[in-house]
C-alpha cells in the first residue's frame, strides 16, 4: 500500500531528468557511431581524437541550448513573468550574484533547474507547476537552491567528472575497434574482451562516483541557498511539496486506520541502499533533516 | 531483548529536554494513554483496578487523572500534573497494567502533550505501541496540520527516541481529549 502511494513521487522527479538524460544518450550514440564509421574508413587515431575533442567541445558549447531544447523549456522576458523576475532580482542583489536569465517550463508537475557553463551565462528554470503549488518564499528558497549550483558551478563539476567517463569510455571502445582490425589474428579474442571487462568497469564506477558527488552537491546547494534567503524551513517546506511527501503524511484518524493491521506488521520498505547509491539526489527526509538543523543553529 | 514499551516511553524523560533548549517545547502538562475497549469481566476488572490504582497515587504523587470514552470506543486515560517524572511515571504503570493482564493488543497510542513558549501552540508526540516508536502531531485549524512543525520536531529528536521514518504512518489523533473532556 505505501508503495503504490509512492509511485507518483517517484514519477515527479524523474521526468525533467530524465528527458535531458535520454537527450545526451542519445547525442553520444550518434557520436560514437559517426566515429566508428570514421574508424571503419580508415582514418587514423590523431585525427579521431581530434574530432572526438572538438565534438565535446560542442556538445559543451551547445549545452544550454540542448538543455532547453530537450525540456521544453522558454525563456521569458520580465514583460511576461515580472514577479518571476522581481523574485529571482530580490535574491541576486542581496547576494552580489549575476542575473541568470529564466526561463519556464510549461509543466503542472513542480520543478526547478539550473544550467550554463559560467554564472554569466546561466539559466534558471521552474516550471508553470511550481509557480502554482508554492508560497512566495518557498519559491524564494528553490530558486536560491538552484542560484547556488550556478554559483558554485556544479554544471562544470559535473561535466568535468563525466568527461573522465566518457574519455574514458571512447578510449576503450576505440582501442578495441583499432586493436580489432590491426591485430585481430594476432592477439585473439582475450585482449578484446579484457578490454571490455576494464571498460566496463570503469563506466560503472565513474557513474557511481558522478551520483555521490552529485548528491553532495545538493546538500551544498541547499545549504548555500538556504543561507541566501535566511530561511532553510522555506526551502524544507518546498521539498516537502515538491517531493509529494507532504501528501505522504496522512490525515486519516489512527483510530480508523488501526483496524488495518498489514500496515503496522509489515516493515516499511526505508528505500535502501541500492536506490541512494545510484540515485543523484539524496532522500528528501535526510536533506529536510539537515535544513531544519541550519534552521535550528540560525535561531 | 527488545525494549519494552515502558522503557521507550521513558525515553520522553531526555527527549523533553531537546526539545525545550532547540524548539522551546515545555511540557504541557498533560498525557493519556489509550485502549479500545472490549466486553467481558475480565477487562472491566482490570479497568476497575486500573482506576484504583491511579486515584491511590494522588498524594504521593502530584498527579490527577479522568478516564473518558470516545466516539471510536476507545478509552482514554488522561494524567495531569506538573512534574514529568510523575506524569511518565503514572502512563507506563497504567500501559503496563493493561498489557499485564493480557490486553496489549488493545493499546493503541500513548500521547505526550508540548506547549510552545513562542506562539502557545498545543504540540504532541504520539506514541505507537503497535510500532513501538513516536511520531509528532501537531494539529492546526480544523482538520489540517502543521507540518512544518512536525519536521521540526523529527529533525530534533529522531536520533534520540526511537522514531518512525515512514511519514505515511504519521496517523494524527483528531479531537484528542486531553484538555476538553471528550
Known sequence: MSSSKKLPWQKRDSGLTARIIVSFAVLTMLYLVFLSVLVYVGVDFIAIAVIASLMILAQWYFSDKIVLWSTGAKLVTREQFPELHDLVERIVARNNLPKPRIAVVNSRIPNAFATGKSPKSAIVAVTSGLMDELETEELEGVIAHELAHIKNRDVLVLTLASLFSTVAWYLMNFSFYGGGYRGRSREGAGGVALIMIVAIVTWIVSFLIIRAISRYREFVADRDGAMMTGKPTKLANALLKISGTMKRIPSKDLREVEGMNAFFIIPALSGGTFSSIFSTHPPVEQRIKKLMEMEAAMS | ????????????????????????LKVGGRCAVTFKTVSGTLFHEMEQDLRRFLASLHPEFDLSFRA??????????????????????GLTAAGDIVEERGFSDQLLAAVFEFR???????QYLVYNFKRNNFYPFVPATGKSRDTEKEMKIMSA??????????????YPLWDLPLRSPG
Not at chain 2, 531483548?1 to 524548539?23: G, R, W, Y
Not at chain 2, 510552545?116 to 498545543?122: G, H, I, N, Q
Open chain 2, 1 to 24: 531483548m527488545p525494549k519494552s514499551d515502558s522503557d521507550i516511553l521513558f525515553s520522553i524523560s531526555s527527549a523533553h529536554v531537546t526539545l525545550e533548549t532547540k524548539l522551546l
Open chain 2, 68 to 89: 473518558v470514552t470516545d466516539r471510536y470506543g476507545y478509552l482514554w486515560i488522561v494524567l495531569e500534573g506538573s512534574r514529568i517524572e510523575d506524569l511518565l511515571a
Open chain 2, 116 to 122: 510552545c513558549d513562542l506562539d502557545a501552540s498545543l
Open chain 2, 157 to 170: 529528536i529522531s536520533e534520540e527516541v526511537p522514531f518512525e521514518r515512514d511519514m505515511s504512518l504519521w
